[in-house]
């Protein structure tokens, strides 16, 4: 209304002069009262937020089971490495057994390289223990979002 005049009092005046006598004013209201669109759109919207609401539930009970099988995981991994590096000390000790039977001349050559590769077998299997172990921590890692702080890297690429 103040285009044609300072307030929208003067601008009402300035509709009741005789060269804007060709011009009116009018108001629409619509209101819907038999709109059946409306409560269809209601019911949509609150089937959709109900759908979310699922998905966000089930979305945090696969986190929950996935933690609860990388930490069951990582202490089974614990288990497993102190298992492998009996298994290494173990071969270790055969290996320096037969190495002696071997210069007393109570073993053979054939006794000493089976020995070397038990103790090598030992050690790749603590190595592979190792390597699981890492995948297993680096998998909690994201999962819980410190991977960027553990291994001080930049959060955005």
């Known amino acids: 209304f103040t285009g044609w005049g300072g307030s929208a009092s003067d601008s009402i005046q300035v509709f ?72 290494v000390n173990l071969a270790k000790d055969l290996l320096d057994k037969e190495v002696e039977k071997l210069k007393i001349g109570k073993s053979t050559s054939y006794n000493v390289s089976q020995a070397q590769q038990s103790y090598t077998d030992a050690k790749l299997s603590e190595t592979l223990v190792r390597v699981s172990n890492e995948q297993t921590f680096v998998s909690l890692l994201v999962l819980t979002g410190d991977i960027f702080k553990y291994y001080s890297l930049p959060e955005k690429i």
């Not at 804007?20 to 089937?47: A, C, E």
């Not at 979305?59 to 933690?67: C, D, P, Q, R």
Request: charged fraction near 25%; glycine fraction near 4%; hydrophobic fraction near 35%.
């Open 16 to 87: 009741q002069t005789n060269e804007n006598q060709g011009y009116s004013i009018g108001l629409t209201w619509t209101l819907p009262l038999f709109d059946k669109i409306t409560p269809k759109t209601i019911m949509k919207r609150k089937i959709e937020r109900s759908q979310l609401e699922l998905q966000i539930e089930s979305t945090k009970s696969e986190i929950y089971v996935e933690l609860q099988t990388l930490l069951r995981n990582l202490k089974f991994g614990i288990r497993e490495k102190a298992t492998a590096q009996l298994s």
